[in-house]
């Protein structure tokens, strides 16, 4: 699929943690691929969105955006799951953390999986620059926004 053309309906919500950013989504009458490392969060995800995963609204992808397939550790903050992350530093943020062996795919892969988003978030702590980089000139989503 790839040159594909933008999605007009399709949202990308790359961290999407606890998935308030993917209800507004799915409120506002988008498609949704919630990527999510962390598996509770997923889970979490899953429970909350049963209906539109049902409804074939929504996708959670429980993968970590990194510049190559494979397996990673995620730290997981136990404080803040919003600091979760690849990079160390940050996920290890006021001590209390556990570590996961996550899924890594390229932003790419997804992409070339559920289409190119007419609108990319992404939010995934000091890793935000390996879905930039993927960004290829011809799947470019008409909006991207980064924390």
Known sequence: MRGQRVQPDLIFDVGAC?????AHYLASGYRVVAVEANPAMANHCRR????????????VEQVAIWED???RTLWVNDSNPDHTSLIPESGQRNGRY??????????????DRHGVPYYLKVDIESADQWCLRA?????????????
Do not use: K
């Open 18 to 22: 606890y998935g308030d950013d993917t």
């Open 48 to 59: 909350r969105f049963a209906q539109e995963i049902t409804e074939r609204r929504l996708t």
């Open 135 to 147: 960004i290829r000139p011809d799947d470019r989503p008409v909006y991207v926004s980064v924390e």
């Open 98 to 111: 556990h570590e996961v062996t996550v899924d890594c795919v390229p932003l790419g892969d997804l992409f």
């Open 69 to 71: 397939p494979g397996q």
